[in-house]
């Protein structure tokens, strides 16, 4: 598969304009220097990288939600603005194309409505963390699933990424109380005594 370009767009025109701002500066006191040097520092702590991600065969109505996992286990409230959420791309069988931060754990979750269900009913957020990746970019990369086995999704990845289950953001205590909720969540079971008898051949 054919890999996006390595250079975006956005960091171009973000150089272009420190350029010209050293242009203006230079004749300037040396407080507005200052300001200059701390600019550019924070543009190269800023690099992002293109990740083309697919899904083999294609999902109907699916689409890729990414989740900010630099300060541990996010939430994945999907509301526009909310805490964590970096935005989503369509799924489809040809790689779609998002920008994200470099050297940033991200959690990668595919959302398809038919399985609004049974993530409510295996524990809402741990459910979703135990259906997504996480992935670590250090610079451009293609991650594709390629199936699912108990709604986990198997993939393969080109390129300068790293990708390993996304429970990996977990600390114990985030194991424990996931297994307390899950436990909690199940339904008894039916005593011998008080279960029906089986139907007759």
Same mark, same amino acid.
């Given at each position: 598969m054919k890999l996006v370009d390595h250079y975006n767009a956005g960091t171009q025109n973000a150089v272009v304009g420190v350029g010209r701002l050293a242009?203006?500066?230079?004749?300037?006191?040396?407080?507005?220097?200052?300001?200059?040097?701390l600019l550019i520092a924070g543009l190269g702590h800023a690099e992002d990288?293109?990740?083309?991600?697919?899904i083999e065969g294609g999902a109907f109505n699916a689409k890729f939600k990414f989740f900010n996992a630099s300060d541990g286990c996010p939430g994945y409230n999907d509301i526009p603005g909310a805490k964590?959420?970096?935005?989503?791309v369509f799924a489809s069988s040809k790689p779609k194309t998002k920008v994200l931060p470099t050297d940033t754990p991200i959690h990668v979750f595919l959302f398809r409505p038919r399985d609004t269900a049974g993530i409510s009913a295996g524990g809402g957020q741990a459910?979703?963390?135990?259906?997504?990746?996480?992935?670590?970019?250090?610079?451009? %990369?293609?991650? @594709?699933?390629?199936?699912?086995?108990?709604f986990? $999704?198997?993939? +393969? !990845?080109?390129? %300068?990424?790293? @990708?390993?289950?996304?429970?990996?953001?977990?600390? $114990?205590?985030? +194991? !424990?109380?996931?297994a307390a909720a899950t436990e909690e969540a199940l339904p008894e079971e039916t005593p011998e005594e008080d279960a029906e008898d089986p139907l007759p051949d």
């Open positions: 242009v203006f500066l230079k004749s300037s006191s040396r407080p507005a220097v200052l300001v200059l040097g990288a293109q990740l083309g991600i697919a964590d959420f970096m935005g989503g459910e979703i963390r135990r259906r997504s990746l996480q992935v670590v970019l250090t610079g451009d %990369a293609e991650l @594709v699933f390629t199936g699912f086995e108990d986990q $999704p198997q993939w +393969t !990845a080109s390129g %300068a990424i790293e @990708v390993q289950r996304a429970d990996a953001c977990a600390t $114990p205590e985030d +194991t !424990a109380d996931t």
